[in-house]
């Protein structure tokens, strides 16, 4: 027998290769999440903080609590707002025949003023069974 024979050797390395695969992106994920607990928040004596409503038209205008802006007109009032209340609530919401980018774009404007309570509105349409 003058070949050394590799088969098993070749075995050992695709089964390694496949465990490396498929442990190493579970060591990659680490994204940190504030899970809300399940207990009930205990009622706060002060007044309710007041809500920025951001919403992205089918059309691409923005509008910030039913007031039409421009991106630059928008930063100037999250900065605004954001020096009565260090962190400011703003929920965004974009139509659904949107250009997506016009939303990205204040998501991206939200997260360069560091405001972090942010909230992205959604609608369940139900249709009717026939």
């Given at each position: 027998?003058?070949?050394?024979?590799?088969?098993?050797?070749?075995?050992?390395?695709?089964v390694l290769l496949v465990i490396f695969i498929i442990?190493?992106?579970?060591?990659?994920?680490?994204?940190?999440?504030?899970?809300p607990s399940g207990k009930t928040p205990p009622p706060?004596?002060?007044?309710?903080?007041?809500?920025?409503?951001?919403?992205?038209?089918?059309?691409?205008?923005?509008?910030?609590?039913?007031?039409?802006?421009?991106?630059?007109?928008?930063?100037?009032?999250?900065?605004?707002?954001?020096?009565?209340?260090?962190?400011?609530?703003?929920?965004?919401?974009?139509?659904g025949d949107v250009e997506y980018q016009k939303v990205?774009?204040?998501?991206?404007?939200?997260?360069?003023?560091?405001?972090?309570?942010?909230?992205?509105?959604?609608?369940?349409?139900?249709?009717?069974?026939?």
């Amino acid at each position: 027998m003058n070949e050394l024979n590799i088969t098993p050797l070749l075995d050992l390395v695709f089964v390694l290769l496949v465990i490396f695969i498929i442990t190493t992106p579970q060591l990659v994920n680490n994204l940190e999440l504030n899970l809300p607990s399940g207990k009930t928040p205990p009622p706060s004596d002060g007044p309710k903080p007041k809500i920025n409503n951001i919403v992205v038209d089918e059309s691409g205008r923005i509008f910030l609590n039913d007031q039409s802006m421009d991106i630059a007109q928008l930063q100037a009032a999250l900065v605004a707002a954001k020096e009565t209340d260090p962190d400011p609530p703003v929920v965004v919401r974009g139509a659904g025949d949107v250009e997506y980018q016009k939303v990205i774009d204040v998501l991206d404007l939200i997260r360069q003023l560091e405001i972090t309570k942010l909230g992205l509105a959604t609608e369940v349409i139900q249709t009717v069974p026939r």
